[in-house]
């Protein structure tokens, strides 16, 4: 996940922030926690309540009109940050332990389209691992 905010907000960041220096400001999260989760497991108690939204998009335009600094995937903000809207300040650097699953019905691997797309996908991920590239931070 990448910490970004409005370039405003940055003023009074120190320019290589650590996640501890996040710590007294406004902080905001999604459903998924992500600000909480790596207090907690960092020992760093937060010293405001977190901003928090039931959807990543609404965090992260929170983020982009100065409400504070969002936790998001690369894959939401890209465009912001190309466009200059966000700004990363930060990275969670650690390895993403969560997966993806494909399901389809019973039966239904025989089904050429379906087949076609797995082995596609398949063949994505075996791309990827070998270049290192991971695109779904």
Known sequence: ?????????????????????????????????HWEALFEENNIKANRKFMQFNQTTLAIDAAANGQGICLAPRLLIENDLKRKQLKEIWRDERTNQKGFYILWPKGAKSNPAIKSVLNWLLSE???????GENNAD
């Open 125 to 131: 991920v075996a791309d990827n691992s070998e270049t």
């Open 1 to 33: 996940a990448y910490a970004v905010c409005n370039s405003n907000f940055t003023q009074n960041l120190p320019k290589n922030p650590q996640l501890k220096d996040f710590a007294d400001l406004l902080l905001i999260q999604d459903i998924h926690n």
